[in-house]
């Protein structure tokens, strides 16, 4: 039986940032890292637009290299169990320290046909790969959902000279979670990429693996059917394991320490303290996970890390960029302001204070907008000023 120091598992953007943090705050002794991928670490923003279109070879995360980190592939860990893990290889590893970071999944809705084999999710490497190859031998497409994932994969299937129908169940695209006007944004953008959008649609069921059914047409058939309805937290290993879970995610301190002390989680698993939020806060950004990650690898070092960022993330949508930043859990207004130059900032406010900012073309009011979140400040005529 191998013995490490720290175990990480997962070889996302947070498994990757806790194993080099950890080395470069000091840690000590062997560190390994056990992935199901069976590709090596990799940026997986790519996967909904460059790397999805052919334009670039998969980037890898060559964060590790010089850390002496042992990255065991395409072996996922089935139990976490008192000071080590097991693999479905058979492998056991102990550790003194281990870091979750088993990320989420794709969420298939419960409906029928959702689950045929000829539809098309979009997570990891081979989700891209396999979504390529799929739109190679046909004409159009069906993307169900217009969350970021959805608008950017609807975008780079147009550009590969797909009809790309996008079923939005909100008048405008991430109108909930975004306001009416930024969705319109939204909206504009797909259609000028040739992208149409069925508004206030809902998905009833899949036929055949390539023909949808809504509640407002009541056919469309394609020759691939993507869905990008959401992710799920993978916490089967810490349910098994005992850990506190809230949520559907692990519950962690600022720390990203869990109810266990020898094991730690980070990343879209997490569900944790920021103490700048003054609550826990569930977070699904590669930027976060990374942040999240190195909070969690200094913990284990031994540090003091803390976790008090301001999660934010950035959306490429064809040739434009978004810049979003906010704690997440809703606003109560909604304050866009235009730009001569064709960018614009949307400032968002929750109990008369600034609770989130997104951008277009106005990287000063994101960082500005960012401390203002953090500090909680009181709302002004105008936020930036």
Same mark, same amino acid.
């Given at each position: ?68 980190? #042992? ?97 939005? #169940? ?30 206030? #649609? ?49 519950? #962690? ?133």
């Amino acid at each position: 039986m191998d013995a490490e120091n720290l175990i990480v598992v997962g070889s996302g953007p947070a498994g990757v940032s806790a194993a080099r943090a950890y080395r470069e705050a000091g840690g000590a002794g062997p560190v390994r890292l056990l992935t199901a991928d069976p590709d090596p670490p990799y940026e997986r923003p790519p996967l909904s637009k460059e790397f999805l279109r052919g334009e670039a070879e998969l980037s890898p995360l060559d964060s590790l290299d010089g850390h002496d980190v #042992t990255v065991t592939l395409d072996d996922p860990v089935t139990e976490l169990g008192e000071g080590l893990v097991r693999t479905a290889g058979g492998a056991e590893h102990r550790f003194t320290t281990c870091v979750l970071a088993t990320g989420a999944e794709p969420v298939r809705p419960g409906i029928p046909g959702a689950g045929h084999p000829d539809v098309r999710t979009l997570r990891s490497a081979a989700d891209s790969r396999e979504l390529r190859a799929a739109a190679a031998g046909v004409r159009s497409a069906i993307v169900v959902g217009a969350g970021f994932i959805g608008c950017e994969a609807a975008i780079s299937l147009s550009r590969l000279g797909l009809q790309v129908t996008v079923v939005c #169940t909100g008048d405008v695209p991430q109108e909930r979670r975004l306001g009416h006007e930024a969705g319109g944004f939204l909206l504009r953008w797909l259609k000028s990429e040739g992208v149409s959008v069925l508004r206030g #649609t809902k998905l009833l069921s899949v036929e055949g693996g390539h023909r949808v059914r809504t509640d407002l047409v009541p056919v469309l058939d394609a020759g691939l059917v993507v869905l990008a309805t959401g992710v799920r937290p993978r916490i089967e290993l810490a349910e098994a394991a005992g850990l506190a879970v809230e949520q559907g995610r692990i519950r #962690t301190d600022e720390h990203l320490r869990t109810s266990r002390a020898d094991v730690l989680a980070a990343g879209d698993v997490a569900l944790a303290h920021n103490p700048a939020a003054g609550r826990a806060l569930a977070v699904e950004h590669w930027g976060e996970g990374l942040a999240m990650g190195e909070v969690a690898g200094r913990t284990a070092a031994g540090e003091d890390a803390t976790w008090d960022e301001v999660p934010g993330f950035w959306s490429v949508l064809g040739d434009r960029v978004l810049k979003y930043a906010a704690w997440g859990d809703g606003f109560d207004h909604a304050r866009p302001f235009p730009r001569d130059d064709g960018g614009f900032t949307v400032w968002y406010e929750r109990d008369g204070r600034v609770a989130g900012v997104l951008t277009h073309e106005a990287d000063d009011d994101y960082e500005r907008g960012r401390e203002l979140i953090r500090r909680g400040a009181a709302v002004t005529a105008s936020p930036a000023s």
